[in-house]
């Protein structure tokens, strides 16, 4: 099963405002992508969203649909750039309503799991960005059902699209596994206490698991970005330490420092990793 609505509720609804404090001025929760030395967070940001639209290949005249579409700043992104009609679903009510205060012309939400999402019609395009890292426990990963319930993740979103449609993906990645007592305890944290119900998947469990119903086109993963990405998110948080100690409590703060500080460290020692790809839809 996926993670639960209130498993993702405890890691993304703590408040908008908290979350507000500390990533880049549109709100993306997701790895940024650096082309430049001198690209800011916001920047970098949205290079990650013009890479995932032109990858869907998403015109004016496409729908697209954003799958795990978070608070909304990627669909932000495609409705500006154009496209026909800009859709997201999300588990998150925090993060739906966030949406909906935004207004944005052309863009629809919907607070849902996708298991159960029943699209208006097919779309031209989608996208998605580190969503797919809730659809595996590591109770079911363990068992050897990462790559059978990936596959019908990417089974099913394929019946959402037009033939030839091109979907924009994004994952979190996990690679090796650290040697320290306290390296494993800290991502065992992140794991069951940031994101509960949820496990990155590994490179080659995407890579079998897009077949049959989906082509790899273009690949390219985004380590060092992704350390760059939260090596920011964790220098920003510390900025606002005493505001968010005041409002929500030093657990909160010190939680959130610890599971920034993991991840920095994990990118930076290659345990984890992220990936784009550029998959077209198969035909057949």
């Given amino acids: 099963m996926t993670s639960t609505k209130e498993e993702i509720e405890i890691g993304y609804d703590i408040s908008n405002e908290?979350?507000?404090?500390?990533?880049?001025?549109?709100?993306?929760?997701?790895?940024a992508v650096f082309e430049k030395e001198t690209d800011t967070l916001e920047q970098a940001q949205q290079n990650k969203s013009r890479i995932l639209y032109e990858f869907a290949e998403v015109t004016p005249e496409k729908t697209v649909l954003d799958i795990g579409c978070g608070w909304g700043a990627n669909l932000e992104y495609i409705a500006k750039r154009g496209a026909k009609e800009a859709h997201g679903i999300t588990l998150s009510t925090a993060q739906h309503?966030?949406?909906?205060?935004?207004?944005?012309?052309g863009v629809k939400a919907w607070c849902a799991d996708y298991k159960d999402f029943v699209p208006p019609y097919l779309y031209d395009a989608l996208v998605?960005?580190?969503m797919i890292d809730h659809?595996?426990?590591?109770?079911?990963a363990n068992k050897g059902l990462a790559v059978e319930l990936y596959r019908?993740?990417?089974?099913?979103?394929?019946?959402?699209?037009?033939?030839?449609?091109?979907?924009?993906?994004q994952a979190i990645l996990r690679n090796r596994?650290?040697?320290?007592?306290q390296d494993i305890s800290d991502l065992k944290f992140t794991a069951d206490v940031i994101f509960p119900g949820g496990l990155n998947p590994r490179l080659e469990e995407l890579v079998m698991a897009?077949?049959?119903?989906?082509?790899?086109?273009?690949?390219?993963?985004?380590?060092?970005?992704y350390g760059k990405t939260t090596g920011e998110w964790l220098r920003r948080m510390r900025l606002h330490e005493k505001e968010i100690r005041e409002r929500w409590g030093d657990k909160v703060f010190d939680d959130y420092d610890r599971y920034l500080s993991t991840c920095v460290r994990a990118f930076a020692n290659h345990w984890s990793s992220d990936?784009?790809?550029?998959l077209k839809k198969i035909d057949i």
């Fill in 18 to 31: 908290f979350f507000r404090l500390w990533l880049d001025e549109r709100m993306h929760y997701t790895s």
């Fill in 210 to 225: 897009v077949n049959p119903s989906w082509e790899i086109l273009e690949l390219k993963t985004r380590r060092v970005d």
């Fill in 97 to 105: 309503d966030e949406i909906n205060a935004r207004k944005i012309p």
């Fill in 177 to 181: 596994v650290p040697r320290t007592r």
């Fill in 275 to 278: 990936v784009q790809m550029k």
């Fill in 135 to 140: 659809l595996c426990s590591p109770a079911q």
């Fill in 152 to 169: 019908k993740y990417f089974n099913k979103v394929a019946e959402w699209v037009k033939p030839g449609a091109c979907f924009g993906f």
């Fill in 128 to 130: 998605s960005i580190e």
